[in-house]
């Protein structure tokens, strides 16, 4: 009994910290993904890194150490994008330090500008524009329903190109390979 009780709690420490520390590093396009792990889950992320990485173009970079000195590392401006913990007291004390965890914008690129009109990609002349697949990336989802919100996602049907995640839509944008699109965006 006590072994279970200890296996939930491990599963909903889990969850807390990959949940609470993705840390806005996610608001730029980025091709890594560095993550600290507390040395006790260092094999199952690998794992789960792995099977990730084989999915998507994206390669991930796996730190391990004592929950404790990851922690240090985080205070002192490591650039972990994850922080898989062994405990639930740190990341806790992280988020209080930070106020506020995580948050994005979504920004529209037109022909290389950043636009905030959206109106204007009913333009005739912007024929294809990038999305992060709102069924996957929650990217993706955010800006389905800024265009459901102003009535745009019903007639910009024809012209959506989805990509896996933000990052790919913002090199869609970036490359020229669409004529507008919606990219993480900094305020």
């Given amino acids: 009994m006590v072994l279970n009780r200890r296996c939930v709690k491990i599963r909903q420490v889990l969850f807390i910290f990959v949940s609470l520390c993705l840390c806005g590093s996610f608001s730029y396009a980025q091709e890594s993904i560095t993550v600290a792990v507390a040395s006790s889950f260092y094999a199952k992320t690998q794992q789960i890194s792995e099977a990730f990485e084989a999915k998507h173009d994206i390669k991930i970079r796996v730190v391990s150490g004592s929950t404790g000195r990851l922690y240090n590392q985080i205070k002192q401006g490591a650039p972990f994008d994850i922080f898989i913990a062994a405990d639930a007291k740190r990341p806790a004390l992280l988020a209080r330090q930070h106020k506020q965890i995580d948050q994005g914008f979504v920004g529209l690129k037109i022909k290389g500008k950043l636009v905030s009109d959206l109106n204007s990609l009913r333009n ?5 524009i990038a999305m ?8 993706g989802l955010a800006t389905k329903q800024v265009l459901q919100q102003a009535g745009l996602w019903q007639p910009l049907q ?3 190109v989805y990509a896996q995640n933000a990052m790919q839509a913002a090199m869609m944008v970036n490359q020229g390979l669409t004529d507008a699109g919606f990219v993480p965006d900094c305020r």
Wanted: proline share 12%.
């Fill in 132 to 139: 992060a697949n709102p069924d996957v990336a929650p990217f």
């Fill in 158 to 160: 024809a012209k959506l």
């Fill in 124 to 128: 005739k002349n912007i024929h294809h």
